[in-house]
Protein backbone atom coordinates (compact mmCIF):
# COMPACT_ATOMS: atom_id res chain seq x y z
CA UNK A 1 0.00 0.00 0.00
CA UNK A 2 1.45 3.14 -0.72
CA UNK A 3 1.85 5.45 1.90
CA UNK A 4 2.52 9.02 1.68
CA UNK A 5 4.25 11.65 4.31
CA UNK A 6 4.45 15.48 4.08
CA UNK A 7 6.79 17.15 6.02
CA UNK A 8 6.36 19.64 7.47
CA UNK A 9 3.33 19.49 8.70
CA UNK A 10 2.43 22.74 9.03
CA UNK A 11 4.88 25.96 8.84
CA UNK A 12 4.86 30.20 8.93
CA UNK A 13 6.94 32.01 6.72
CA UNK A 14 7.12 35.84 6.63
CA UNK A 15 5.83 37.63 2.96
CA UNK A 16 8.76 37.33 0.50
CA UNK A 17 10.26 34.05 1.54
CA UNK A 18 10.58 31.29 -0.32
CA UNK A 19 8.88 28.25 0.64
CA UNK A 20 10.04 24.29 0.04
CA UNK A 21 7.51 21.60 0.82
CA UNK A 22 8.39 18.03 0.97
CA UNK A 23 6.52 15.07 0.15
CA UNK A 24 7.64 11.32 0.56
CA UNK A 25 6.14 8.37 -1.26
CA UNK A 26 6.96 4.49 -0.45
CA UNK A 27 6.29 2.59 -3.92
CA UNK A 28 7.92 3.95 -6.15
CA UNK A 29 5.33 2.39 -9.17
CA UNK A 30 3.94 5.80 -9.82
CA UNK A 31 2.06 7.03 -12.83
CA UNK A 32 2.59 10.76 -11.75
CA UNK A 33 1.94 12.80 -8.78
CA UNK A 34 -0.28 16.26 -8.38
CA UNK A 35 0.30 18.83 -5.54
CA UNK A 36 -2.92 20.69 -4.78
CA UNK A 37 -3.66 23.78 -2.76
CA UNK A 38 -7.03 23.28 0.06
CA UNK A 39 -8.29 26.53 1.51
CA UNK A 40 -10.47 26.04 4.97
CA UNK A 41 -13.63 24.02 4.27
CA UNK A 42 -13.30 24.04 0.66
CA UNK A 43 -12.21 21.44 -2.15
CA UNK A 44 -8.69 20.83 -4.16
CA UNK A 45 -7.95 22.95 -6.67
CA UNK A 46 -4.83 21.20 -9.16
CA UNK A 47 -1.87 23.28 -8.81
CA UNK A 48 1.34 20.88 -11.01
CA UNK A 49 1.02 17.20 -12.51
CA UNK A 50 4.08 15.49 -13.11
CA UNK A 51 4.41 12.46 -14.93
CA UNK A 52 6.43 9.89 -13.54
CA UNK A 53 8.60 10.21 -16.86
CA UNK A 54 9.94 13.90 -15.81
CA UNK A 55 12.05 15.56 -13.56
CA UNK A 56 10.00 18.39 -12.76
CA UNK A 57 7.62 21.65 -13.65
CA UNK A 58 6.73 24.88 -13.38
CA UNK A 59 3.92 27.59 -12.98
CA UNK A 60 4.44 30.77 -12.57
CA UNK A 61 6.02 30.73 -8.75
CA UNK A 62 6.20 27.55 -8.72
CA UNK A 63 7.94 24.89 -9.66
CA UNK A 64 7.35 20.96 -8.51
CA UNK A 65 10.27 18.17 -8.70
CA UNK A 66 10.17 14.71 -8.55
CA UNK A 67 12.97 11.98 -7.86
CA UNK A 68 11.11 8.74 -8.53
CA UNK A 69 14.01 6.31 -7.49
CA UNK A 70 14.06 7.48 -4.47
CA UNK A 71 10.05 8.02 -3.05
CA UNK A 72 10.51 12.41 -3.25
CA UNK A 73 8.93 15.35 -4.89
CA UNK A 74 9.70 18.68 -3.65
CA UNK A 75 6.99 22.02 -4.22
CA UNK A 76 8.80 25.55 -4.22
CA UNK A 77 7.17 28.60 -3.97
CA UNK A 78 8.74 31.41 -5.13
CA UNK A 79 8.39 35.11 -3.25
CA UNK A 80 5.70 33.79 -0.91
CA UNK A 81 2.36 35.95 -0.58
CA UNK A 82 -0.38 35.91 2.27
CA UNK A 83 -2.18 34.86 -0.50
CA UNK A 84 -0.42 31.62 -0.66
CA UNK A 85 -1.42 30.73 2.79
CA UNK A 86 -3.28 26.85 2.34
CA UNK A 87 -2.87 23.81 3.17
CA UNK A 88 -1.04 22.10 0.10
CA UNK A 89 -1.54 18.32 -0.80
CA UNK A 90 0.99 16.03 -2.59
CA UNK A 91 -0.86 12.85 -4.70
CA UNK A 92 0.65 9.66 -5.93
CA UNK A 93 -1.02 7.91 -8.60
CA UNK A 94 -0.51 4.56 -8.53
CA UNK A 95 0.99 2.62 -11.99
CA UNK A 96 -1.53 -0.13 -11.67
CA UNK A 97 -4.41 2.19 -10.08
CA UNK A 98 -6.41 3.79 -12.80
CA UNK A 99 -5.67 7.22 -11.41
CA UNK A 100 -6.69 6.22 -8.02
CA UNK A 101 -5.01 8.95 -5.81
CA UNK A 102 -2.95 8.24 -2.39
CA UNK A 103 -2.65 11.65 -0.60
CA UNK A 104 -0.47 13.09 1.89
CA UNK A 105 -2.30 14.90 5.14
CA UNK A 106 -0.52 18.05 3.96
CA UNK A 107 1.40 20.88 4.58
CA UNK A 108 -0.27 23.88 6.16
CA UNK A 109 0.95 27.34 5.53
CA UNK A 110 0.82 30.28 7.01
CA UNK A 111 2.42 33.51 5.01
CA UNK A 112 2.92 36.39 7.71
CA UNK A 113 2.21 39.73 5.85
CA UNK B 1 -9.91 20.73 -17.27
CA UNK B 2 -12.42 19.90 -15.94
CA UNK B 3 -15.21 22.02 -14.02
CA UNK B 4 -17.59 19.82 -11.52
CA UNK B 5 -20.48 21.06 -8.71
CA UNK B 6 -21.38 19.23 -5.54
CA UNK B 7 -24.79 19.51 -3.97
CA UNK B 8 -25.82 20.04 -1.16
CA UNK B 9 -22.26 22.21 0.02
CA UNK B 10 -22.92 21.44 3.50
CA UNK B 11 -25.87 19.66 5.52
CA UNK B 12 -26.77 18.85 9.14
CA UNK B 13 -28.37 15.72 9.67
CA UNK B 14 -29.43 13.66 12.40
CA UNK B 15 -27.90 10.32 13.21
CA UNK B 16 -29.59 6.99 11.78
CA UNK B 17 -30.69 9.37 8.76
CA UNK B 18 -29.03 9.14 4.62
CA UNK B 19 -27.61 12.13 2.83
CA UNK B 20 -27.55 11.93 -0.83
CA UNK B 21 -24.39 14.01 -2.56
CA UNK B 22 -25.01 14.96 -6.14
CA UNK B 23 -21.72 15.74 -8.29
CA UNK B 24 -22.18 17.26 -11.69
CA UNK B 25 -19.15 17.43 -14.26
CA UNK B 26 -19.22 19.73 -17.24
CA UNK B 27 -17.76 17.14 -19.58
CA UNK B 28 -18.02 13.05 -20.16
CA UNK B 29 -15.90 10.87 -18.45
CA UNK B 30 -15.60 7.27 -17.74
CA UNK B 31 -14.69 7.55 -14.56
CA UNK B 32 -15.86 9.35 -11.26
CA UNK B 33 -14.32 8.99 -8.04
CA UNK B 34 -15.88 9.78 -4.45
CA UNK B 35 -13.11 10.87 -1.25
CA UNK B 36 -13.74 11.38 1.99
CA UNK B 37 -12.28 13.96 4.45
CA UNK B 38 -12.10 13.16 8.39
CA UNK B 39 -11.61 16.61 10.20
CA UNK B 40 -8.20 16.74 10.24
CA UNK B 41 -6.88 14.00 7.71
CA UNK B 42 -6.01 13.82 4.56
CA UNK B 43 -8.32 12.36 1.40
CA UNK B 44 -9.57 8.61 1.31
CA UNK B 45 -10.58 7.27 -1.34
CA UNK B 46 -14.12 5.82 -0.96
CA UNK B 47 -14.66 4.29 -4.57
CA UNK B 48 -14.41 4.38 -8.06
CA UNK B 49 -17.84 4.93 -10.38
CA UNK B 50 -17.81 4.13 -13.87
CA UNK B 51 -20.74 4.79 -15.98
CA UNK B 52 -23.13 1.26 -16.81
CA UNK B 53 -21.11 -0.92 -14.38
CA UNK B 54 -21.09 -1.20 -10.40
CA UNK B 55 -18.87 1.29 -8.49
CA UNK B 56 -15.74 -0.16 -7.46
CA UNK B 57 -15.17 -0.02 -3.28
CA UNK B 58 -11.80 0.35 -1.40
CA UNK B 59 -11.09 -1.84 1.46
CA UNK B 60 -12.93 -0.84 4.48
CA UNK B 61 -15.87 0.83 2.60
CA UNK B 62 -18.93 -0.82 1.37
CA UNK B 63 -21.79 -0.39 -0.43
CA UNK B 64 -24.43 -0.94 1.94
CA UNK B 65 -23.24 2.12 3.57
CA UNK B 66 -22.16 4.13 0.49
CA UNK B 67 -24.20 3.13 -2.36
CA UNK B 68 -23.25 4.93 -5.81
CA UNK B 69 -25.23 5.56 -8.41
CA UNK B 70 -23.90 6.55 -12.14
CA UNK B 71 -26.46 7.12 -14.66
CA UNK B 72 -24.54 9.10 -17.49
CA UNK B 73 -21.15 9.96 -17.97
CA UNK B 74 -22.00 13.45 -16.59
CA UNK B 75 -23.26 12.76 -13.48
CA UNK B 76 -23.21 10.58 -9.88
CA UNK B 77 -24.48 10.46 -6.54
CA UNK B 78 -23.33 8.81 -3.32
CA UNK B 79 -25.29 8.25 -0.36
CA UNK B 80 -24.03 8.16 3.00
CA UNK B 81 -26.52 5.82 4.66
CA UNK B 82 -27.60 5.41 8.22
CA UNK B 83 -25.57 8.37 9.58
CA UNK B 84 -23.34 8.07 12.72
CA UNK B 85 -21.43 11.60 14.17
CA UNK B 86 -18.53 9.11 12.91
CA UNK B 87 -19.43 10.28 8.96
CA UNK B 88 -19.08 13.69 10.02
CA UNK B 89 -16.56 14.62 6.96
CA UNK B 90 -15.98 16.35 3.83
CA UNK B 91 -17.50 14.51 0.73
CA UNK B 92 -15.39 15.20 -2.52
CA UNK B 93 -15.79 13.86 -6.17
CA UNK B 94 -13.10 13.86 -8.90
CA UNK B 95 -12.46 13.08 -12.20
CA UNK B 96 -9.70 12.97 -14.37
CA UNK B 97 -9.17 15.32 -17.55
CA UNK B 98 -6.82 15.21 -20.25
CA UNK B 99 -4.64 12.62 -21.58
CA UNK B 100 -5.32 8.93 -21.43
CA UNK B 101 -8.17 8.93 -18.86
CA UNK B 102 -6.59 6.13 -16.98
CA UNK B 103 -3.82 8.16 -15.21
CA UNK B 104 -4.20 12.24 -16.15
CA UNK B 105 -4.66 15.22 -14.07
CA UNK B 106 -7.24 14.96 -11.66
CA UNK B 107 -10.10 17.61 -10.71
CA UNK B 108 -11.90 18.09 -7.75
CA UNK B 109 -15.59 19.23 -6.91
CA UNK B 110 -15.60 21.83 -3.96
CA UNK B 111 -16.58 19.37 -1.61
CA UNK B 112 -19.98 18.50 0.77
CA UNK B 113 -19.21 19.25 4.09
CA UNK B 114 -21.54 16.62 6.28
CA UNK B 115 -21.99 17.16 10.19
CA UNK B 116 -23.94 14.27 12.01
CA UNK B 117 -25.34 15.09 15.32
Not at chain 1, 55 to 82: C, F, H, M, V, W
Not at chain 2, 17 to 42: A, K
Request: aromatic content about 8%; hydrophobic content about 35%; proline content about 5%.
Amino acid sequence: KQEVTQIPAALSVPEGENLVLNCSFTDSAIYNLQWFRQDPGKGLTSLLLIQSSQREQTSGRLNASLDKSSGRSTLYIAASQPGDSATYLCAVGSFYGNNRLAFGKGNQVVVIP
Amino acid sequence: SAVISQKPSRDICQRGTSLTIQCQVDSQVTMMFWYRQQPGQSLTLIATANQGSEATYESGFVIDKFPISRPNLTFSTLTVSNMSPEDSSIYLCSVGAGGWEGHNEQFFGPGTRLTVL
